[in-house]
Each structure stands twice: as structure tokens, then as C-alpha cells.
């Protein structure tokens, strides 16, 4: 039976009536409604059987046709014409996307704890449930920048797409957010449906997702934001879920802080819990082996994974077994090219590396004017202002005469219009772009390298005194400040006199700055992110700032923050223990059990775990402060170290150099963040003990012409969350308590 009425049915076809037409034209009988409609100028006629559901459609001067629903119906050339789709997604997408051989190891889990190791295991999450007729259906994807979100989605579509004309399964419409400030998300559905030379209307993606025939999947969803948050986002998603009830699913792809699955629940009044269906997943970096068999593929050997700083980098849950690094490892740089490598950060070694690479391919012309050296600066400052422009623009993509022209305008003066031309050339082609789904148009291989440069371009500008229009107009959400994090104390040990003059100006603008936008909330959550980079022989002040999104990764020094508004405050990982707040406030708390406040910490209306549990309630809320570093006495109960090893200096160290953000620690002065640990009087029996453990790895390498030591902390996470039933780490806390 269709249970569907004459109204519905004239509100679910009339975005398929020609544009300047009368209305759908309907009427009802006892067990049959009939409608008439112009389309593609002929007229239409179209009568539903109430009891069966069957549908006859005739065309203009063309025979009946009989369909066994509605949604059989929409689905055929006479209104969507769904086969076509899927065909040109389909040859789209094997053009874009890697063979078999190239695909990405994956990893994931469900919020009922199901492992999911497999591209059609995820397929299967959809539709898998039973629901009711009027019900919903989303999948929600979560998990940190890099990780293979978008991926996936493209491989969920192309599966799809593929399979279409044998199994009919509903096809997925990818919308992406592309780096805008949202303005309608049927916006992003018609550029969607343009890429895919699609003949459909925005209008009708509803429709036909109602009916399910088509599944929009909103890629990126966390930066969906408009000027004044993210209450437009919301908003549209609860309309879009109350329209598709029926049969409509929907994929929602973000960060892991942003969107959980109880958020959603919480914060989209449309989703009723016990009717419409969720499904979380979380993805995970692949497993070392996953990732050394994936590498073996590309011509990686044995041999290659012995090399001592290489097999660092794919330790379990390291930042390289991403797959944005690992598709970096893999075609972009050569496994000898890391040997003897121990650089603190992941990101700027991998970025170097591929300058370095792409530096040397400029050919005899260039390389006799432009010394290595000159051509790495030329690289490095033409990726910073193709960044910058992008997020001036609120794009991910530039078409590749615009990238010709940022080129040339990044070039030193002097040199002959010959190499010039030919270096404006080879700038669209560099290995940091692939082609963008617009013709003519690049992007950079993946957002998390975008977010990289415009963190430098930001350290830079308000170095310089310039609060850029991406600064002043966007959003900056949580992924971008962690990318900004890392970038940030790079840049304090690197570049100290650069990092020390975009502090003064960041830490200090709230006291000249008026214009009324955006740039003050954004250089103060800028300025958070930074803090546990700070070095100061003066105490540190900061004071004025109203904050949306805030991120403190780290360990913070000592520091009086007087007046901070902040909405959102992701503090998983930190230790925040050395802050001082005076009448600041915080609304809600991103954390985890390893994160520590101080006692001035102020009460925030609701705290969001890793795990996803939400504790809200006064009572609660202090109780889980109270435990963790806003009462001294509670923060010692229930946790695996004794109160006796954590009033231990040796303890305190170990917590600090577990917070340390560098992949490896040099025992040199020049590093001053891993220089208080490594010369601290307690270091050498720390460093034995964690040897003795295995979790301390140790090189003596050749480093600016003479032999350094490098350490390396294994299982930091593990280390900072203290889970009573980690054997390995209570023998660790137990040595640890022997000492003196």
C-alpha cells in the first residue's frame, strides 16, 4: 500500500515540472491518484494505485509505461534517470581515484564497538537496520584530520556507482564544504551535482533521498559554520532529517571533537533516538602491519622498516600511519631519503622532503640561475601564497592560471623572462596538487596541507602586524588550530624571533583592536593554541578575549588569563594545571582522562569525553574537575599511579615529556621545550627506566657537524591515559616508584 497523500505526492514531483509551468495538476479517486505535469515540454500524466503502489506513467505521445512504485518511477529517464548518473559518477570517479593496488589501508569502528575493516563492511552499515516507515537514517563518520574521511566517501560513492545497474542500492551525492562559510547546503548540492554533469536539481536531491534513491553524504559537516557559529548548520540538517523521513539516509563525515554521535542526538532536535537511526563510526590510523603491507605495494622493502627512524614513524597510533602521510611516504618520498632523519616534527619533515624533491625538477635553465637552495625558499613561499589566497577566498581550489601568476609574483626580481615563464609553468604541477573535480582548477593533495601553510602564513602576517581577511572573515575551527598547534612550536624553536613577534602582536591585540569581524575571536583562539609554546622569563598575561573555538594542546607554562569567553575548549592531552583563569568563562569542555586543569578552572555547563560520554550537571561537572587537577587530593584517587609516585618529581617528568608534541627530543639547548627534560637532574634514571620498559627510544645521530643524542617516547598516549588494566605501564609505575 502507498501511503502517501495527493498533497505529498504534487509536493514530491513539482521539482520536476518545467520551470514557468502551471502547478501539478491532481486528482483523487477512491484507490488511485492522478496528476498531470509539463516536462521537458510534453505533458505528463502519472496515476498511483493507493492499494498497490504501482504506478503508469504516460509521456507525451509515448506508450504507458508501468513501474512497481513511486520511487521506481522517479528513478527511470522519465525523471531522474538514475542510470545516468551513476554512469558518469562512475567514470568520474575511476579517473580520480586509485586502482585496487593504491587503496588505503582501513580501520575503523562502530559505536557499539564493532571493528570495521573493510570499504562494502561499511557499505553494509547502511540499511543494515530495520526502522519504521516515518524514520530516518545517518551515518555519522568521525575521526582527526587526515585520516581518510573524504576517502572513504569517494570509495562508498564509486562502489556505488559501479554496482548500480546489478544491485540498484541507493548512490551517494558527494557535498562537500570546500572551504567555504556555509551558505545554503543546497548551494553545495548543486555544485555536487555540476560536477558530475548531472541533469538533476538541487531541489530534487530531497526528493529523491526521501524516496531512497539517492544518499547525500555532507563531507566536513564541522566546517559548515556561518558567522555566528554553527546553529545554521544544525538547523538545515534538521529540516533535511525531518524531510527525508521514509526511506531517506544520510552520511555525515566531520572532526571527532564536532560531531559524536551524542551531540548529534543532543544538538538536532529532528533526530528522535529511539525511532531514527545513527550509526557511528570512528576511524583509526591502520595498524603498523596494515600500513607496512600497504608501503610494500609501492616498492617499500624489509630492509626499509629496520631503518631506525623509519620504524618510529609507523609505531602503533603514530601521526604517520594517517593516511594523508602515508600516500606522502608512498609516492613522494624515498625510504633511504629518511635514513638518519630525527627532526621533531612529522609534518615539516615529510613538507621538506617533497620541497626538496620538487625543488631539484626545475631543469638546466633554472638550476643555472637559482641555486638549491633559492629554489626551496621559491617553493616554500609560492605554497604559503597559494594558501593564503585560498583562505582569503574561502576556496580549496584555484584554476591554474591564478596558481601562474602567484608563481611569478613569488619569484625574486631579476631573472630572465625565459625562466621565469618557465617556472610559472611548472607551478601548477607541483606534487602538492592534484586536479580539482573543476576543470582547469588545482587543489592541494589534502586539506590537512592546506591547514599547514595557512598556519605558517598566519605566524608570519601577525608577526608583521597584518590580521589577514582569512583571519578577520572565517571560522577557524579545532582541525585547523591543531594543525596550527604543531606549527606554532616549530616555529618557537626554529624561527624564535618570527614566533616571538606574532606572540606580542597576538597576545596584546585586544587592546588596539576595533574592527568589528572576526579577527579578534580567531587570533585568541590562535593565541591559546600557541601558549604551550611560549617561552618567558615574565610572567605571562592575557586578558579580553571571546573565543568560539578554542584548542590547548600540550603543556602550558604559568599564565594569568583575565576575561576569556570561550564556547568550546578542547583540552584532551593538555595540562593546564600552571593557569591561572580570573572571571573567564567556559561553555563547554572537549576532554579526556588525561587532561589536567588548575584549581581556578571555571565550571563549563557540559563536558564531552573522548569516548563520547557527556557529563552535564553541577555536581558532576566538579566532581570530574575535582579529579583532575582542580582538587589535589580527588585528582589522586582511582588512577594507576600510587599518590605517593605522583608526588615524585621523576613522575611529574615523565607526564611532562609525555605531553611533548616532537616525535623526537634532542639533548641539546637549542630545543628549549625538550631541553628542560632532557637536562633535568632526574632525565638519566627516567630515560634508563623507560629503556629498560620499552618506551624510550634512543639514537646517537651526526647533527649540525657533531654527534647528538635523540630520544624518542613510545606510547604516549598510553602513558597519559593510565589505564588501570595496562600491565606494561604498571610495571613501568612500578620501577618508577623504587626510586629515590
Not at 551 to 575: H, M, Y
Not at 579 to 607: C, N, Q, Y
Not at 677 to 701: A, Q
Request: overall charge negative; aromatic content about 8%.
Amino acid at each position: 500500500m502507498a501511503n502517501i497523500t495527493r498533497d505529498e505526492l504534487v509536493a514530491d514531483l513539482a521539482p520536476f515540472s518545467d520551470i514557468g509551468d502551471n502547478a501539478v495538476k491532481a486528482t483523487e479517486q477512491s484507490d488511485k491518484i492522478s496528476l498531470k505535469l509539463t516536462r521537458e515540454g510534453r505533458p505528463l500524466r502519472l496515476v498511483l494505485d493507493k492499494t498497490s503502489g504501482k504506478v503508469q506513467c504516460t509521456w507525451g505521445t509515448t506508450p504507458a509505461r508501468n513501474f512497481a512504485s513511486l520511487s521506481a518511477a522517479l528513478a527511470s529517464e522519465l525523471f531522474s534517470n538514475l542510470r545516468r548518473w551513476a554512469d558518469s559518477q562512475r567514470e568520474l570517479l575511476k579517473r580520480e581515484l586509485p586502482g585496487a593496488s593504491g587503496l588505503l589501508p582501513f580501520c575503523g569502528t562502530t559505536h557499539n564497538s564493532t571493528d570495521i575493516r573493510s570499504l562494502d563492511a561499511v557499505d553494509a552499515l547502511l540499511g543494515s537496520a530495520a526502522r519504521p516507515d516515518d524514520a530516518s537514517e545517518i551515518l555519522l563518520i568521525d575521526g582527526p584530520a587526515g585520516i581518510g574521511k573524504t576517502s572513504l566517501i569517494e570509495q562508498l560513492a564509486l562502489l556505488r556507482a559501479e554496482g548500480y545497474r546489478t544491485t540498484a542500492r541507493p548512490l551517494i551525492l558527494h557535498v562537500k564544504s570546500r572551504g567555504r562559510v556555509l551558505s545554503n547546503l543546497l548551494d553545495l548540492m548543486a555544485f555536487s551535482l555540476q560536477t558530475i554533469r548531472s541533469q538533476i536539481t538541487y531541489d530534487q536531491i530531497p526528493i529523491l533521498a526521501k524516496h531512497g534513491l539517492v544518499v547525500i553524504a555532507i563531507d566536513g559537516f564541522d566546517e559548515l559554520a556561518d558567522p555566528n557559529g554553527y546553529e545554521m548548520a544544525w538547523a538545515q540538517l534538521g529540516e533535511l532529517v525531518t524531510f527525508i523521513r521514509g526511506k531517506g539516509s544520510l552520511i555525515l563525515a566531520g572532526r571527532d571533537t564536532f560531531i559524536g554521535r551524542s551531540r548529534l542526538l543532543k544538538d538536532v532536535p529532528a533526530l528522535r533516538e529511539s525511532v531514527d537511526i545513527v550509526t557511528g563510526l570512528t576511524l583509526r590510523t591502520p595498524t603498523t602491519d596494515q600500513a607496512k603491507e600497504w608501503l610494500k605495494r609501492h616498492n617499500w622493502t624489509e630492509a626499509n622498516f629496520e631503518i631506525p627512524s623509519i620504524s618510529v614513524l609507523l609505531e602503533a597510533d603514530s601521526f604517520a600511519l594517517r593516511p594523508v602521510f602515508l600516500r606522502i611516504l608512498a609516492e613522494h618520498v624515498k625510504p633511504k631519503e629518511l635514513k638518519d632523519k630525527h627532526e621533531r616534527y612529522l609534518t615539516p619533515l615529510l613538507v621538506n622532503q617533497m620541497i626538496r624533491r620538487e625543488a631539484g625538477l626545475f631543469g638546466k635553465p633554472v638550476q643555472a640561475v637559482m641555486d638549491q637552495g633559492e629554489r626551496e625558499n621559491f617553493v616554500g613561499e609560492f605554497l604559503c601564497e597559494v594558501a593564503r589566497q585560498m583562505a582569503d577566498s574561502q576556496t580549496e581550489s584555484l584554476d591554474a592560471s591564478e596558481l601562474s601568476w602567484i608563481g611569478e609574483a613569488s619569484l625574486k626580481e631579476g631573472l630572465p623572462a625565459e625562466v621565469t615563464t618557465l617556472i610559472k609553468n611548472r607551478a601548477s604541477v607541483v606534487a602538492f596538487f592534484v586536479n580539482d573535480e573543476r576543470p582547469g582548477f588545482k587543489k592541494f593533495m589534502h586539506s590537512y596541507l592546506l591547514s599547514y601553510f595557512v598556519a605558517i602564513v598566519s605566524i608570519r602576517a601577525l608577526g608583521r602586524g597584518d590580521v589577514p581577511k582569512f583571519i578577520r572573515r572565517n571560522l577557524l575551527g579545532a582541525e585547523f588550530l591543531s594543525v596550527f598547534s604543531d606549527v606554532a612550536a616549530e616555529a618557537a624553536i626554529s624561527g624564535p624571533e618570527q614566533f616571538s613577534s606574532f606572540w606580542e602582536c597576538a597576545s596584546n591585540l585586544p587592546m588596539g583592536y576595533t574592527s568589528a569581524d572576526r579577527g579578534l575571536r580567531n587570533v585568541g583562539a590562535l593565541v591559546l593554541a600557541a601558549l604551550p609554546s611560549v617561552q618567558s622569563q615574565s610572567s605571562i598575561e592575557l586578558r579580553e578575549f571571546q573565543i568560539d573555538d578554542a584548542l590547548i594542546r600540550g603543556s602550558c607554562p604559568g599564565a594569568t588569563l583575565t576575561n576569556f569567553e570561550i564556547n568550546q575548549l578542547d583540552v584532551r592531552g593538555a595540562d593546564l594545571s600552571e593557569l591561572t583563569w580570573i572571571g573567564s568563562s567556559v561553555s563547554s569542555l572537549l576532554a579526556d582522562e588525561s587532561a589536567r586543569v588548575s584549581p581556578s578552572f571555571p565550571s563549563p555547563t557540559k563536558i564531552s569525553m573522548a569516548n563520547g560520554a557527556e557529563i552535564i550537571g553541577t555536581e558532576e561537572v566538579a566532581a570530574w574537575l575535582d579529579a583532575h587537577g582542580r582538587d589535589a587530593n580527588a585528582t589522586n584517587a582511582g588512577k594507576l599511579a600510587s599518590y605517593t609516585l605522583r608526588n615524585k618529581p621523576i613522575y611529574t617528568l615523565l607526564m611532562r615529556a609525555a605531553r611533548l608534541r616532537q616525535h623526537w627530543l634532542r639533548a641539546d639547548n637549542e630545543d628549549f621545550q625538550a631541553s628542560k627534560i632532557v637536562n633535568d637532574s632526574d632525565w638519566p634514571v627516567l630515560c634508563r627506566i623507560l629503556m629498560e620498559h620499552d618506551y624510550l627510544k634512543e639514537e646517537i645521530r651526526q647533527a649540525s657537524g657533531r654527534a647528538s643524542k635523540f630520544f624518542h617516547i613510545k606510547h604516549r598516549e598510553s602513558i597519559l591515559a593510565e589505564d588501570p588494566n595496562d600491565l606494561s605501564l604498571k610495571a613501568l609505575f612500578d620501577a618508577l616508584s623504587c626510586t629515590e
